[in-house]
């Protein structure tokens, strides 16, 4: 089967990439090294021939609403226009568990582009996963106050960038579900925790600091609206193991 990838480089792309390949599938990875520009809408027509369905794991790195927002409703309409041109009869698109609860910032944006592929001309499915193991690592050291790192306080239930591709992938191919099940990790931890066993495991110095943000997103940080509820699936790799097995710093 011929399967689309868009943001295929990234975290979870290259994953998605990875088990189209194992499973026997034909992987288009979606790219501008690929000559396509999925903002601008640039160079879709070609590498879409023939493809039953698109993967979008794409991501903006940004804090600001209106810049995620215009992110996601321009890479979503660019693909499902040229993916109804195509004959693509599915389009899968990965979000976040909770976001709807807490449209604020890269969130809201999150929120637009599940908008916009609800509302597009291609049979659609969305998977809502947890935070990645990854995650812990992004936000070590992103406020600092001289020796002191600055986590916020939040419930997080982590799960593996690899489990994620491999639902994505189940999913692509089968026929469109609408909402699917969320994804959720195997165990809900403190993320300051987490950080903080990040940062022995690299032997970064300094105590991790956790606090609470304020606003609707450090709510939601906080009270477990971003944590997979009871009809969730679960992946298996704890953040232990995932830490456990990175290679060596």
Known sequence: MRIAVAGGTGAVGRHVVDVLRGRGHEPVVLSRSNGVDLVAGTGLGRPLD???AVVDVTSVQTRSAPEA???FEAVTANLLAAGAAAGVRHHLALSIVGV???????????????RAVENGAVPWTILRATQFHEFAAQIHGQ???GPLAFV???RSQPVAAREVAERLVHLAEGEPVGRATDLGGPREEM??????AYARSVGARGPVIQIALPGALGRAMRDGTLVAGPDAEHGTQTFAEWLAARPAP
């Open 143 to 145: 406020l600092r106050l």
């Open 152 to 154: 916020p306080t939040m």
């Open 50 to 52: 023939g493809v039953r």
């Open 69 to 71: 927002e215009r992110f």
């Open 100 to 114: 709807d609860r807490a449209p604020v910032g890269y969130y809201a944006g999150k929120v637009a582009h599940e």
């Open 191 to 196: 993320m300051a925790d987490l950080v903080r």
